[in-house]
């Protein structure tokens, strides 16, 4: 193998070169996290016969300019893209590759390149889409704490400090309570001038617009842990290229390096070897075109087609208390603490299904239909699903927030979406549904007093009725036991 390191229009680009005289197919990887991060993973592609050119973004690193998250990727992907095609040792076939925010660099470079500069295939792995993407769910609340971490570690720097939101919290653990939340900054102790304007992006969608009219074969990989799971899903589901894979693993956003309690022996993938080995048909046209992929089955240790999906059943729960209940902001749901308090005034309303009677395989999307009212004139409502086995424990299986705006006092009718399970429940398994008005700090308190979460400086509590008998959890349960599938056949078909 050979290494060297250029300037490609300025910016610090790391080059491997596999042995032999080439000319190879290259891989490209973009990304603000240090490219010399990723030198295993250059080296993994190179001793499998190609290129990999590995890049600090602008402003990053030592990649020189100013770092503005998404705004120039794909200018200067052109530019990467463009130089290494006119290259001896590269055939002028490309893979864009990354995960994260590095995915957002390979996305836009099939998205929105010229022609000349858009990949022949595309790993995009827990895809990063854009900042309204990555600031607000697609029911516009706030994603806080994820958010706070980022711009905290990455934001408006150089280098990376990936604690140093934790730091902050253990010298002031109620940091994030502060008000208002544009002010955090100051709190750090840092300028983040980009900070505020994040929370002003709204065109959320743009690329999963955009990807119906996509070219080349798009491998997209996330975890059922992952706070983008919803966007890795829909990208596969809109992009309109030759072939479109999906793998769905019982991961959280580090993939395989932090597996979710529901994972087991067989969700262990080598997906360096899975990448390498689609990246190969994929630039030689052995893909079968369509939408392939598979999805794991947290709980069961099996894989499913990725277009596996159960039947919605209507569940019925018992009121254990707070049908009426106060949203506080100043005691809000917390996201991170299961217990639920045992006295006090209720701060949300509980709910519980009887003992399932046998296992459930849960594959597809979760939602709670309702009939409530505030008295506030804005007002959050936060579903969370929480799984009670036999043994006694307690995992979350699920969480979704709306935000409402009507009269106060009105009684409404509406869903909350809780996202996508792929879950085997054992026979006996509770589950446990919360109603409340606030999933703190993963999400900012809504103030109820109509004014934006993030630059509001006084919050109000709000009063909460919530008609048990309207209460219907939607579950997609497969209707009988199903067959297995191996990954890789499926990504590779």
Known sequence: MTAFSTAVEELATDVLLP?????????????????????????????????????????????PGEWHPYAHEAADGTAAVRWIRQQ???????????????AHCALVLALDAPRDARPDAVVAAVPALGLAETAREASGVERLLSRAGWWAAHGDRRDSDEDALNKALAEDPGLLAHLPLTAL????????????GLWLQRDRGRLVARAAHAGP????????????????????RAWGGSSARLLLGPWGHPLTAAPGP????????????????????????????????????????????????????AHRMRLLHGSA???????PLRSDDLTVPADGPPDRCLLVTPPSPRPLDLVGPVSVRLRATAHTPSADWAARLVVLPPDGTAERLAVGVVRRAEPAGRETAFTV???RLARRLRAGTRLRLEIAGHHFPAHARNPHTGDDPMTAARLLASRREVRPDSVVLNLPVLPSRPAPTDPAEEILR
């Open 417 to 419: 979406g809780l996202g």
């Open 325 to 331: 209940f106060t949203a506080d902001p100043a005691r």
């Open 185 to 196: 900054p100051e709190r750090l102790g840092r300028a983040l001038p980009s900070w505020a």
């Open 88 to 102: 001896p040792w590269s055939d002028g076939r490309l893979v864009a590759a990354g995960a994260s925010y590095a």
């Open 262 to 313: 529901d994972a087991g022996p067989a969700h262990r993938l080598n997906l360096g070897e899975l990448y390498v080995r689609w990246a190969r048909r994929a630039l030689t046209g052995d893909l079968a075109p369509g939408r392939h992929g598979a999805l794991a089955l947290g709980g069961a240790g099996l894989w499913l087609p990725a277009d596996a999906e159960g039947e919605p059943r």
């Open 217 to 236: 074969p798009l491998l997209a990989v996330g975890g059922h842990h992952d706070h983008f799971t919803e966007e890795t899903v829909a990208l596969w």
């Open 19 to 63: 042995a032999g005289h080439g000319p190879f197919p290259t891989v490209l990887v973009r990304t603000p996290y240090d490219r010399t991060r990723h030198e295993a993973e250059a080296r993994g592609w190179a001793r499998r016969g190609f290129a990999a050119v590995v890049q600090d973004v602008r402003g990053r690193f030592a990649s």
